[in-house]
């Protein structure tokens, strides 16, 4: 059957994708909190013992500038215009400052959220399995693996005939890899809800879903997620939580750990006490190996059958894709017509959405990331959205609750457009002929 034109924007239906939502969300169960020794925030966002907090760092107005930033291991957070924010704990600031960076600490939003804003990892997982139980014909869940303190790591799979295996093209959506960025979970909620309280009512939806098979994985860091909100105060808190072998230091930077170019090119940190440490080695983080397995395990006759992904990530309002290890547009597995492909999908939604386009490394270069993994290891056109807020003075990574829907509701046009040209990507361009041919 022909694809609906998508010449028009219809209204979308927010009010009963939140109200299932809110349905499916039950109740949480004890979730073990953060060590006592964990700090405390004060009023303006510092802690006792110097724990991380956010810092502008000016001076830096080009991607080589934020490049060699980035290579001290220090975590970029936001790219303004001629500075950049930071996250350091006290230590790390200190050196920044003995390298010449001028620093400025910015004052703390985590007050504008609380972490009962968010639901919990075990209101994720009761989520879906109300939603296989109320629509099994639609809905499907699977364990891909366990995170390093054994928390299940859960694959939602969408579509018509959900039981069957069948030969269509199939979209990801990853949620969750850095613990902090609670909204993208959110997103991963709003989806689910809003894919199956509108299949057979919204008639675009609904032939999507008739055509394609869509998976969710909720979070790829549960364990990250739950300690970062536990103690009832935000922690900041981006790795997962696994030891590092001969550091006291805790956590691998999942978005650092994934098997292509790792550690190429210092777009990461070797130091276990960097917020972008990429581990001992790629796919080292179990995290990291359960999602690549998985997508492995979708190699059918030696075809991938995901053909396209979207990683969500907060914050900065952005639509990026591959490649992040380097500046150049074209590279060995991305052809000119591959980065044209990119370009045109990634401009068409961030159009529906207002987000800003680019290749990630116009930010500055990133190594071991899953984007690059996914085209430059598997042949999927995947993208990296950074969600609301644009800045940390709308709140950061801890944005009030009162956005959730909005700012959730607000990226389904783009999911619906990457839905669109999931059978051929390359049609966006006008080249289905020479790459989509039967």
Same mark, same amino acid.
């Given at each position: ?239 997962? /939580? ?92 991305? &052809?000119?017509?591959?980065?044209? &492909? ?41 993208? &990296? ?24 509701? /607000?990226? /389904? ?26």
């Amino acid at each position: 059957m022909p694809l609906i034109p998508r010449g028009r924007r219809r209204a979308t239906t927010v009010a009963a994708a939140c109200s299932l939502t809110l349905a499916l969300a039950l109740g949480s169960q004890a979730i073990a909190a953060p060590p006592s020794s964990s700090p405390s925030p004060t009023a303006d966002g510092a802690t006792a013992d110097g724990a991380a907090r956010q810092y502008e760092v000016g001076g830096l107005a080009t991607r080589a500038e934020r490049t060699e930033l980035a290579r001290t291991g220090v975590a970029v957070d936001e790219v303004r215009h001629g500075s950049v924010v930071v996250t350091a704990d006290a230590a790390e600031a200190e050196r920044l400052r003995d390298l010449g960076y001028e620093l400025d600490a910015l004052p703390s939003t985590r007050q504008a959220a609380a972490p009962e804003d968010y639901a919990t990892y075990e209101e994720v997982l009761a989520a879906v399995d109300e939603a296989v139980a109320q629509y099994p014909d639609l809905v499907s869940s699977q364990v891909i693996g366990q995170s390093y303190e054994g928390t299940d790591i859960v694959a939602v799979k969408i579509s018509d005939n959900v039981a069957d295996d069948e030969d269509e093209p199939e979209v990801l959506f990853t949620h969750g890899q850095h613990a902090r960025e609670h909204l993208t979970v959110e997103m991963a909620l709003y989806l689910l809800a809003d894919f199956t309280s509108q299949y057979g009512a919204d008639a675009e939806l609904t032939e999507y879903l008739d055509t394609r098979e869509v998976w969710i994985i909720p979070s790829v860091n549960p364990d990250g997620k739950t300690y970062d909100t536990a103690s009832g105060e935000f922690q900041m808190w981006r790795k997962n /939580r696994e030891p590092n072998a001969g550091s006291s230091a805790i956590g691998t930077d999942l978005n650092r750990n994934w098997a292509y170019e790792w550690g190429c090119c210092g777009g990461s940190s070797d130091s276990p006490s960097s917020e972008t440490y990429r581990g001992p080695s790629a796919e080292s983080a179990p995290e990291t190996q359960a999602v690549a397995d998985f997508v492995r395990g979708r190699v059918v006759g030696g075809e991938q059958q995901i053909t396209t992904h979207i990683d969500w990530h907060t914050y900065s309002e952005l639509v990026l894709w591959p490649y992040g290890y380097t500046y150049d547009d074209t590279a060995p597995g991305l &052809t000119q017509d591959d980065a044209d &492909t990119f370009a045109a999908l990634g401009t068409a939604m961030a159009e529906t959405n207002g987000y800003t386009p680019q290749q990630s490394s116009d930010l500055y270069l990133t190594d071991g990331t899953i984007d690059d993994w996914m085209w430059g290891d598997q042949g999927i056109f995947s993208y &990296t959205f950074e969600m609301y807020p644009t800045s940390e003075a709308e709140g950061g990574f801890y944005p009030p609750g009162d956005v959730i829907d909005r700012e959730t509701s /607000r990226n /389904r046009e783009a999911v619906l457009l990457m839905l669109e040209y999931a059978d051929c990507v390359y049609r966006i361009i006008g080249a289905e002929a020479e790459y989509c041919a039967a």
